[in-house]
C-alpha cells in the first residue's frame, strides 16, 4: 500500500487542500492508498483548515473540514512513501529532519509534479485575496491528476 502525505507551512491551507482532493480521487478509483498532510510549523495543530480554503474546497466538491492540522515529525519518513511538499522552505524544513538518503529520497515539491524539474512553488494564499485560494485549487488538482495517473499504472502494472 503506498502512502502519500502533504506538507506545508501551517497544514491549514495548501497541505490539506491537496490531502483532500488525493484522498478522493483515491476513494473514486478504488485505490489502495493513504494520504494524509501535516506543516512544518506547530501553530494549526488541532485546527481546521483556513475557512477561505475550507469554502474553495466545498465549491470545488472536495469538502476538507474534518481535517485537523499537525506537525510533520521525523517518524513520518517510516510511515509514508512520499513526503510531497509545497515550496522550497518546506523542502528545507522537512529534509533538515531527514536521517539518511532514504529519508531525503522521499521528499518531492508538489509542482515538479506538473512542471518536471523547474522546482516551482505553490503560492501560499494565506495572507492574499480570496482568488489566490482557487488558483492554488487549481495547481493542486493539476497535480493530483499527475499522482493519480501513476497510482492508476502502478496498479495496472501489479
Not at 22 to 48: C, E, I, P, Y
Request: proline share 4%; glycine share 8%.
Amino acid at each position: 500500500m503506498m502512502k502519500i502525505l502533504m506538507v506545508c507551512l501551517g497544514n491549514i491551507c495548501r497541505s490539506p487542500m491537496a490531502d483532500g482532493l488525493m484522498r478522493k480521487k483515491v476513494a473514486d478509483n478504488n485505490l489502495d492508498v493513504v494520504v494524509d498532510s501535516a506543516g512544518t510549523g506547530d501553530w494549526h495543530v488541532g485546527d481546521q483548515p483556513d475557512p477561505r480554503m475550507m469554502e474553495t474546497a466545498k465549491r470545488n466538491g472536495v469538502p476538507i473540514d474534518e481535517l485537523r492540522g499537525r506537525q510533520f515529525k521525523v517518524a513520518d519518513f517510516d510511515e509514508f512513501d512520499r513526503i510531497i511538499v509545497m515550496d522550497k522552505s518546506n523542502f528545507d524544513n522537512v529534509r533538515k529532519l531527514s536521517r539518511d538518503e532514504n529519508d531525503t529520497q522521499k521528499i518531492e515539491l508538489f509542482l515538479n509534479l506538473t512542471h518536471p524539474g523547474k522546482d516551482l512553488e505553490v503560492p501560499d494564499p494565506y495572507f492574499g485575496g480570496d482568488e489566490g485560494f482557487q488558483d492554488v485549487f487549481e495547481m493542486l488538482d493539476a497535480g493530483t491528476d499527475v499522482i493519480l495517473k501513476e497510482l492508476k499504472e502502478r496498479k495496472d502494472n501489479e
